[in-house]
């Protein structure tokens, strides 16, 4: 049986001690193969010089950030699936980095060791996806399925999304309640605590709002995204049912 090739992973941290505990937790699983650097400038020596399937970028590195290093990405037309370290407080930064293009983040502070190497196969394995649907030489049978699951993914995708919207909707209305109930009650110390404490967690909201809308934004799919340009070219149609079927390729953003 052929051995499964392993996940090349560019891991960009400046914080030493983190940066061994993210590479020896996804060596340990012996499904990917991790280059290390230990700041922005070394990461894009490493992009410039050689091909790797995921990137996992601090935010906040000397020289070249990881904003930076995905803006770079994004100017180069590059694919490849990003993952922004973010550190505590700074919401916004993963809001920017997914507008940019990155698949996903991760607070530091919210890191765990099991879970990690699940969220950077997994933002691998959404990002061969999104590939092979691009892909137009397959059969009209494989075409039809895999329509079909497509579709079924969109609504999937947009049902949760709705029941995340409704959930956000109440914890807003809850926090607007918790802190009408509480500040009264509460010393000028504890009132600046409590404020301090409802702007975190409207930042985390506003950031799942964000990530939510994104999700509710997948296209529906049609049969016509299939056609590719060339063939319309040559043949000198278009298909009567959508003008717009064929898009000019831009860089994805989420």
Known sequence: ?????????????????????????????????????????EALQALKGSSFDVAILDHQMPGMTGLNLLQWLHEQKSNMPVIMLTGAGSENIAVEAMKLGAYDYLSKEHFDREHFPILVNSVYERYLFRKEKENPGISPHERERYLAFLELLRNSMTSFSEIVQMTLAKMSFVTDQSKRTLRPLLPPSGKEDLEKFIRTVREELETLAYASKSMMGVPKVSDESYVRKEDIQQSGKVPASNTQAVPEKVPHSR
């Open 1 to 41: 049986m052929e051995e499964q090739r392993k996940i090349r992973v560019l891991v960009a941290e400046d914080e030493e001690s983190f940066l061994v505990v993210l590479t020896t937790v996804l060596e340990a699983t012996n499904r990917f193969e991790v280059f290390a650097c230990e700041s922005g400038n």
